[in-house]
């Protein structure tokens, strides 16, 4: 990084440069070879020039592609091939094999003897490319974090006496927290927590023992249990990071949290209350700041019969869409690739969200601060006088919020936002039942997106099989599927013996026609806007779950599990 007495002297080496522009004088310094990897971290830090700006320019004019480890593809097998101390000491990290090459980041891949010497301690080829010495340091981290790694960081912590004693004081609590073992084993929890892709680590006290436990594709496993007297010092520990007050453990607190991850951070959100045996603390794994978000409706594999009218719903100029589904079921995402459709220099974009998960370039986005009491509320009347074309409410909460979103979207914004219910004609109602009129409800309102997700069937181990006719007959009316092969995942090294790595989502969309603002106007149910909807081509979530399902994409049970039964149509 540049301290403050040299910085000058890297802007004095840009100035020197006649008749050049900023950005072509800083790519001419990095397209130097005199010019060490110092100058590349320190105009990052800087914001000279964004990091992978700079990092192509430099990695390019050495010969070098250049590879962010937390965007690119990580084998396990290319990070087997390489000892973990050795990847430590050369500072590389192995991506992938390919033909019997293996390609492996390094922060100096033009050192041909050190390429050499890996290359001959790892028995095959290696092709380098270029990444910060930051990044490539905590992606091993991360890459070489497993159980084992974990209970190691837990016993060496439990062969402190200090935690031994049961004073609680709030003068005992800050140095067990801050003990020298206590970070590195909440680090080790959370690097593991990444590389198994958990959305949601849950650490918790039990009577005997205290256990982690991490939701990975939508189901919980347990993944280590450790003494209860650690318990305090660990999350206390997580009390600091989100600057909550540790010696308060009788009431709820909620906060948040980063962690520096190469030169891009990781956001969690931290949830804590008070039980029998001592605090639970849920952290909710959150987005890379930094992290371009490439979600696209696409790229969601949506249904067609989904995608299309969704499509023609996002290019009205004005109106309410919806998307709903319980925490967890990737409304933000739906939303995030949302506005990646609609994003253009033509529209004035702007979101209001808690908190800010991905930033989204060339949108404004500003976030919510209760310490402050900035609500949805006031951030949304502000943005309203901003000359908006299109407006994401990350939730509606309460009917003050409503009301605006309603009048905005009735003056000629579209306004997409989420609501917490388990079926799309809910969330009409739900407006009302917040208090919003159904006068107001009806012209304001163009459509709902309801939105579930099931475990993916892991691609390394699926396989066919046939099901037992009577499970057909629950499900599907058609004649003849008895033929028709169904997939599941038999359990591999890649997706940890579950049959499933990552998550696909389903849904249901309710386009709102005349006659369903009739009924809203007359403040008729859930039942009959449903019935309306169907008469359009409606359908339920599990039958387009059981579309994935016979795509080959999720298993019958998955959607069982996330669709109530009576939704079937």
């Not at 006649?18 to 990897?37: F, V, Y």
């Not at 270029?130 to 190691?152: C, G, H, M, Q, W």
């Not at 969330?427 to 039942?433: F, K, N, Q, T, W």
Request: with cysteine; net charge neutral; hydrophobic share 40%.
């Amino acid at each position: 990084m540049v301290s403050a007495s040299n910085k000058p002297a890297f802007l004095e080496r840009i100035r020197v440069l006649p008749q050049m522009e900023e950005g072509d004088a800083l790519k001419l310094l990095l397209s130097r070879h005199g010019e060490t990897l110092d100058l590349v971290q320190a105009l990052i830090a800087e914001k000279l020039l964004p990091k992978e700006d700079a990092c192509r320019f430099w990695g390019d004019a050495r010969g070098f592609a250049y590879v962010d480890p937390f965007a690119s593809v990580v084998t396990e097998e290319a990070v087997a091939r390489i000892p973990l101390d050795l990847a430590r000491k050369a500072q590389a990290l192995g991506l992938y094999i390919i033909d019997g090459v293996i390609t492996v980041a390094m922060s100096d891949p033009g050192n041909e003897r050190l390429v050499q010497r890996l290359s001959n301690a790892i028995k095959l080829p290696v092709s380098p490319v270029f990444a910060l010495p930051l990044e490539i340091r905590d992606a091993i981290s991360v890459n070489y974090s497993t159980e084992k790694s974990v209970e190691e960081s837990v016993a060496l912590l439990g062969r402190s006496t200090l935690f031994d004693r049961s004073d609680h004081s709030i003068e005992y609590i800050p140095p067990t927290a801050e003990h020298s073992a206590v970070a590195p084993l909440l680090d080790d929890i959370i690097h593991f927590a990444i590389r198994e892709r958990a959305t949601d680590i849950h650490i918790e006290a039990l009577e005997i023992h205290s256990r982690v436990r991490f939701r990975v594709d939508g189901n919980l496993r347990e993944v280590l249990t450790y003494p209860r007297k650690l318990h305090r010092a660990l999350v206390t520990r997580l009390k600091v990071l989100a600057d909550l007050n540790v010696s308060e453990a009788r009431f709820p607190q909620d906060g948040r949290f980063r962690i520096p991850f190469g030169s891009q951070m990781g956001h969690f959100r931290l949830s804590l209350i008070p039980s029998s045996h001592g605090e639970k603390a849920v952290v909710r794994v959150m987005a890379m700041s930094g992290r371009k978000s490439n979600v696209t409706l696409e790229g969601m594999l949506m249904s067609r019969t989904i995608l299309h009218p969704l499509r023609r719903l996002l290019s009205n100029p004005s109106g309410l869409i919806f998307v709903t589904g319980p925490t967890g079921s990737g409304k933000t995402t739906t939303l995030y690739a949302a506005l990646n459709e609609l994003d253009q220099a033509s529209l004035n974009i702007a979101t209001i969200e808690d908190p800010v998960e991905i930033q989204l370039p060339g949108i404004t986005q500003s976030q919510t601060n209760a310490h402050i009491d900035l609500k949805f509320s006031l951030i949304l009347r502000a943005l309203l006088r901003q000359d908006p074309d299109v407006i994401l409410i990350g939730e509606i909460r309460d009917l003050e919020t409503a009301k605006i979103a309603a009048e905005a979207a009735l003056t000629g914004h579209a306004v997409l936002s989420t609501l917490h219910t388990n079926n799309a004609a809910q969330a009409i109602v739900r407006l009302m039942d917040i208090g919003v009129e159904p006068y107001m409800v009806a012209p304001s309102i163009s459509g709902v997106l309801a939105q579930r997700l099931a475990a993916r069937i892991c691609e390394n181990c699926r396989e066919a099989y046939y099901p037992p006719k009577a499970t057909l007959l629950k499900y599907f009316e058609e004649e003849g599927l008895t033929e028709v092969p169904f997939f599941r995942g038999r359990g591999c090294p890649a997706c940890r013996r579950t049959g499933f790595k990552g998550r696909i989502a389903f849904h249901e969309l309710i386009l709102v026609t005349e006659e369903i603002r009739g009924l809203i106007s007359e403040g008729k149910g859930s039942l009959e806007i449903t019935a309306a909807a169907r008469k359009v081509g409606h359908r339920s979530l599990r039958y387009d779950g059981l579309k994935k399902v016979l795509l080959g994409l999720t298993t019958i049970e998955e959607i069982e599990q996330n669709t109530p039964l009576e939704w079937a149509t």
